[in-house]
């Protein structure tokens, strides 16, 4: 088999995509729906799931336990940004970033976009009250909603037709990925962090950054921080070619001296009580990924049925802050369909089968990167099959 390289990452030719015939929709119609419940049951549990196995956790919360500082006021957060002609590194923005959405009190309002999707607004609110307690909300705006409410280290969630339940964790669960706003140095091992110069965002002067995979196997982001406050005010995912593949846009911000006083409503003690997660032992798995981009790291990993088809797939996820890739592993007589590739502008599933194995790999990252990383599959060096 002939090898390649695409942009950096070793692939072997990318695989063929099927003609539109009748069995091959009824084929990937029925492997999309099964990979998709996978991954909204997944989704479904790693709030509960993150927490009580932080070695596996989707986005590692920081491991600063200190207690939380006394608010900035926007005059106290002004004063930390850089006067006359001092010039501040990419590291003193991301520090700023981090220390404003952990002290200050503040309100936010910014919207999702993707191309062709629907723009989803969110509201933002985080304060520290007189007795040091954090407070933070993170809301849905559109339908019928859904909100976060975390107080110190317990997050409360509330959706339609589902009880409201509670987990623990430092940070509530939204588009912006945790690690760069509460552990931004953690990014530097997958990224290079740029600094572009001084633009206008949301009618603030801003620093913008760009964000770069050290080996150029993911998509690149802008990142845009208020002058003032050193808040988040964009954050764009760009393609290859440096095309918009979502956008964060922050439509208002707020910064006071007092908490809101929406968090002064809040009664503790009708909040449902934090789940209690036992330990489950993994089972081991029988292969291990070859290749990974820079900085990706085993975040979790067990062994699940899917309940549409009863089929047992193992599975497990890596991450380097910014991007989540899941990779499915099932036996090759037991696969559900033939090999296909599904793209989008942003996400790609690609199912592989060689030997032993169906490999379907998912995630927001080019399709080379997901070929490279299923073709990598090999047995565990410590198992014999």
């Known amino acids: 088999m002939k090898v390649i390289t695409v942009k950096n990452v070793p692939a072997v030719a990318l695989v063929r995509l099927f003609l539109p015939s009748q069995k091959c929709i009824h084929t990937v119609q029925k492997c999309v729906g099964v990979m998709l419940f996978a991954l909204c049951s997944t989704a479904s549990i790693a709030q509960?799931?993150?927490?009580?196995?932080?070695?596996?956790?989707?986005?590692?919360?920081?491991?600063?336990?200190?207690?939380?500082?006394?608010?900035?006021?926007?005059?106290?957060?002004?004063?930390?940004?850089?006067?006359?002609?001092?010039?501040?590194?990419?590291?003193?923005?991301?520090?700023?970033?981090?220390?404003?959405?952990?002290?200050?009190?503040?309100?936010?309002?910014?919207?999702?976009?993707?191309?062709?999707?629907?723009?989803?607004?969110?509201?933002w609110r985080h304060g520290i009250l007189d007795d040091g307690t954090q407070v933070e909300q993170l809301n849905?705006?559109?339908?019928?909603?859904?909100?976060?409410?975390r107080v110190n280290d317990v997050v409360s969630v509330f959706e339609p037709d589902v009880s409201p339940y509670s987990f623990r964790s430092q940070f509530v669960n939204g588009p912006i990925p945790s690690e760069l706003l509460y552990s931004p140095e953690n990014l530097k091992t997958a990224y290079e962090f740029v600094s572009v110069g001084r633009a206008r965002i949301a009618g603030r002067p801003a620093q913008q950054i760009r964000i770069i995979s050290r080996d150029n196997t993911r998509f690149s982001y802008q990142l845009w921080l208020d002058e003032a406050t050193g808040m988040l005010l964009k954050l764009n995912m760009?393609?290859?070619?440096?095309?918009?593949?979502?956008?964060?846009?922050?439509?208002?911000?707020?910064?006071?001296?007092?908490?809101?006083?929406?968090?002064?409503?809040?009664?503790?003690?009708?909040?449902?009580?934090?789940?209690?997660?036992?330990?489950?032992?993994?089972?081991?798995?029988?292969?291990?990924v070859g290749y990974l981009p820079v900085g990706m790291k085993e975040v979790r990993h067990d062994t699940r049925r899917l309940a549409l088809t009863g089929q047992v797939v193992e599975y497990k996820m890596f991450s380097d802050g910014l991007v989540d890739i899941s990779v499915y592993v099932q036996r090759a007589q037991d696969a559900v369909g033939e090999d296909m590739v599904l793209r989008n502008d942003l996400s790609t599933f690609l199912t592989l089968t060689d030997g032993k194995a169906q490999v379907t790999v998912v995630g927001e990252i080019p399709l080379q990167t997901a070929n490279a990383i299923a073709t990598s599959l090999k047995a565990s060096e410590d198992k014999n099959d």
Do not use: C
Not at 86 to 94: A, D
Not at 140 to 149: C, K, V, Y
């Open 140 to 149: 849905l705006q559109n339908g019928p909603g859904r909100e976060q409410i």
């Open 238 to 288: 760009l393609d290859v070619k440096g095309n918009v593949l979502e956008q964060i846009q922050v439509t208002s911000l707020n910064v006071t001296p007092e908490p809101n006083e929406y968090f002064s409503r809040i009664n503790n003690a009708l909040l449902p009580g934090p789940m209690v997660l036992t330990r489950k032992q993994a089972q081991e798995h029988q292969w291990d």
């Open 48 to 123: 509960t799931v993150e927490t009580a196995l932080p070695e596996t956790s989707m986005m590692p919360a920081s491991s600063d336990t200190s207690e939380p500082a006394a608010p900035e006021s926007p005059d106290s957060s002004a004063n930390n940004a850089p006067h006359g002609d001092e010039v501040m590194s990419t590291s003193q923005w991301l520090a700023r970033l981090s220390n404003a959405v952990r002290t200050t009190n503040f309100e936010l309002s910014f919207v999702q976009s993707r191309a062709g999707s629907e723009t989803i607004p969110f509201l």
